[in-house]
């Protein structure tokens, strides 16, 4: 039903900034709610941003807020992180995933990006 493709992870020094994207397969994107978890080695996966189907609603990580953008461009199916002033502690697998509005949990995900952020 959706299908979910990361890409544009790599390797960053300290303080660059990186895009994410999240290309989606499905009908009627503009109604998921998009997004996007992390997963270093050693820690559990954790909430980054998450983006309502018309963008109207956004929402952070406390400890995120001001460095990373989540957007989306629903004419092209795509998601978006932006991601500036990298961390070291920013190292981790990023993972997209999508949801109904009226869901409690997201639904499906992508396979994830690796960002690694040198330092």
């Known amino acids: 039903q959706m299908q979910l493709i990361e890409s544009g992870g790599g390797l960053v020094q300290t303080g660059g900034s990186l895009r994410l994207s999240c290309a989606a397969s499905?009908?009627?994107?503009?109604?998921?709610?998009m997004g996007w978890f992390r997963h270093a080695p050693g820690k559990e996966r954790e909430f980054v941003a998450s983006?309502?189907?018309?963008?109207?609603?956004?929402v952070y990580a406390n400890s995120l807020k001001g460095r990373f953008t989540i957007s989306r461009d629903n004419a092209k199916n795509s998601a978006y992180l932006h991601m500036n002033n990298l961390k070291s502690e920013d190292t981790a697998d990023y993972y997209c995933?999508?949801?109904?509005?009226?869901?409690?949990?997201?639904?499906?995900w992508g396979q994830g990006t690796q960002v690694t952020v040198s330092s």
């Open positions: 499905g009908r009627t994107f503009s109604d998921w709610h």
């Open positions: 983006i309502s189907g018309n963008s109207q609603t956004t």
């Open positions: 995933a999508a949801r109904w509005a009226t869901a409690s949990e997201y639904q499906y």
